[in-house]
């Protein structure tokens, strides 16, 4: 394997917070990366354009703070997610403000462009672009990004079908970079079994929502709380391109979560139309995990700890795993 880029070396635990629409904002991204995880959100989340500029700003000044005060334990870094797809209009302007302000990881989503993962490069910054499949794999890398996120089935928003195994040791064959794994992640021992089967990285989503940071209806945390894998759907009709969401909130829009149509995957759309995702929620199938809606810190510390636990039971050590 390669050496890891120097923006991954510096994490607590072996994961990566995933940008969630509407849901992550900076006081969310603040408290992960404080925890030593890398904390996301998408580019998007930011309305007006102008407020991805003050959220960074955000961002950037509560990190340095931190690191100021916690010398020894420094902030991990930052993610910002770019959809990479015709329907987004504000990718050139929020493009503009990542390099403007040198985000350390930019994630891209449903769609890989040479001249974003260029653009990045430029100032040092490390691109991270998430495939449901290998062939889109090699497509994102041969276009320049750094590393993958292998969103598996079972993960939460846009996921894919395939089995967390197969698509990993596919991606292992042709590939030595960075890779993180999504899919059902939401306890240490999952954080270690991504590991063990190839991956560098746990790709962290749905738990989150269930956090007080998490710009998330508080019926929505609670859904999270109460629901398990039973009570998830995957669809197409909310976006065009498939994913999986809570079906008590598909219930409640006047929905049956068992007979929903097919939605025509050109009529997709990430730039403007917030509406599917306010009332219909997404979620991971991993969220049997989750007791009880807790601060960010508290989540992370709960990991940390079931992750030293996964690692002694194979009488590996207590301590986190990154390779350098």
Not at 240 to 254: E, F, M, Q, T
Not at 264 to 273: A, H, I, L, Y
């Amino acid at each position: 394997m390669r050496p890891l880029p120097a923006a991954l070396r510096r994490l607590a635990l072996p994961a990566i917070a995933s940008p969630m629409f509407i849901v992550s904002n900076p006081k969310l991204v603040i408290e992960q990366c404080k925890a030593g995880v890398v904390g996301s959100m998408p580019a998007l989340n930011a309305r007006p354009a102008a407020q991805l500029d003050e959220w960074l700003h955000e961002i950037e000044e509560a990190l340095a703070a931190h690191d100021r005060a916690h010398p020894d334990a420094p902030a991990a870094p930052y993610a910002i997610n770019q959809i990479v797809h015709k329907s987004n209009d504000r990718l050139d302007h929020d493009m503009e403000v990542v390099v403007r302000r040198k985000v350390p990881i930019v994630i891209t989503s449903l769609g890989a462009r040479t001249d974003v993962n260029d653009a990045v490069h430029g100032y040092g910054g490390v691109v991270l672009h998430d495939i449901i499949n290998n062939a889109f794999a090699r497509k994102a890398i041969e276009k320049g990004a750094d590393g993958l996120i292998a969103v598996a089935a079972g993960a939460g928003g846009h996921a894919g079908v395939k089995s967390p195994f197969a698509l990993v040791q596919e991606i292992r064959q042709w590939f030595d970079g960075p890779v993180a794994l999504s899919g059902s992640i939401a306890t240490g021992g999952a954080i270690l079994a991504a590991q063990a089967m190839g991956a560098d990285f746990a790709y962290i989503g749905s738990a989150f929502i269930a956090t007080h940071e998490a710009r998330a209806a508080e019926a929505y945390k609670q859904m999270i709380v109460e629901c398990t894998s039973d009570d998830i759907v995957y669809s197409n009709l909310f976006t065009g391109v498939h994913g999986n969401y809570l079906k008590p909130s598909i219930r409640a829009a006047g929905l049956d979560p068992e007979n929903l149509p097919e939605s025509d995957p050109s009529k997709m759309s990430f730039g403007s139309d917030r509406k599917a995702w306010k009332d219909i929620w997404g979620c991971g199938q991993g969220i049997a995990a989750v007791k009880e809606v807790a601060h960010a810190g508290e989540l992370i510390a709960r990991l940390k700890r079931e992750y030293a636990q996964a690692r002694a039971r194979l009488g590996l050590g207590a301590e986190a795993v990154i390779a350098a």
